[in-house]
């Protein structure tokens, strides 16, 4: 087997074109979350042995109770980012505020959102988790961070990115010079030594076509009529008008279900529905969203809210949700197209870049 590029190797290829002093800031930073990660991977491989099962005796910033794994994933994230020079600051899903660098808060040309422990209602299940991060420029680099310095679309993410904690521990994230995949080699990191990343595949694509799509069909009634119709057809299958049978799958983690679109394509759907009428949709924009619509993008698939491209949202707040359809092009084009169909009736049509919505009250 020829020898794998690292992370850093790699990411040096990827960022040629870029200034160097940019290529350096982009490596040192992805280098601290890829450290964070490491350090997460091994905590989650350690399962009850690790003393991290079970909820902590808290609830994060939207209300919901926390796991002791969603809490110290969450300190790992801030510790290595506190240590990068770059960073000025963090938003996590779990803080209800943003966070300064104690050191870097003025100097630091970075922001960083995360989901530091997405799917952790799988953790005592041993069932695939993750963490999902995005890098942001800190536009106003010099003054401190504030709540509006993070309310930037998702266009303007330098780097998107997950870490997988299944079977093997898998990094997928892009600099918007395509995609790339590294595995966590679990052999590394003795005597303290950093944790190596080594590169398996890139210039990854989602395959345009698809026959299989995954959605939490227990929330069907709640679904408007475009998600009902797309749903319905594929569950028609050679019978119905898509005249082709489709397979489901939901494993209830997203990174998850966006890494097994990266490797054979699909649909994944979190859309809007009518359970509770002040909440947009499941997922946050920030820390789950926008990172993974601009993964899809990158690798040839298609991210939207139903009506609008997922990376031209500009958040409102730091906690807002989102509907979330992304995956295999056609297929998003396809529902698209329904949300689009004035017989469809989408009372939100009005509702395009910015969402009118008020978040509520954790
Ligand atoms: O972070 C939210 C999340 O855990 C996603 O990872 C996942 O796709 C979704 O929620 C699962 O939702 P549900 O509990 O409705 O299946
Ligand atoms: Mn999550």
Redesign the pocket.
Known sequence: MHEMLTLEQALAQNLSDAAPEVATALIDTIGAIAQACARISDLAGQGMLAGAHGLADSANSQGEAQKKLDVLSDELMSHHLDGCRHVAGWASEEHECHLLSKQHARKGRYLVVY?PL????NIEANISIGTIFSVLPHVYSGMLPTDSSYMQPGHEQLVAGYVLYGPATIMVLSCRRGVLMFTLDKRSGAHGEPMRWLLTQEAVQIPAHTKEFAI?AS?QRFWEKPVQRYIAECVAGENGPRMKDFNMR?V????A?VHRIMTRGGVFM?PRDTREPRKPG??RLMY?AAPMAMLVEQAGGRAVNGTSELLDLIPDTLHQRVPVILGSREEIDRIVSYHADPHENVSWQLFKTRSLFVQPQA
């Open positions: 989901d997405d799917g952790s209602s939490n929330n939901w209830a983690s997203m990174v279900e979190y499941r997922l789950e």
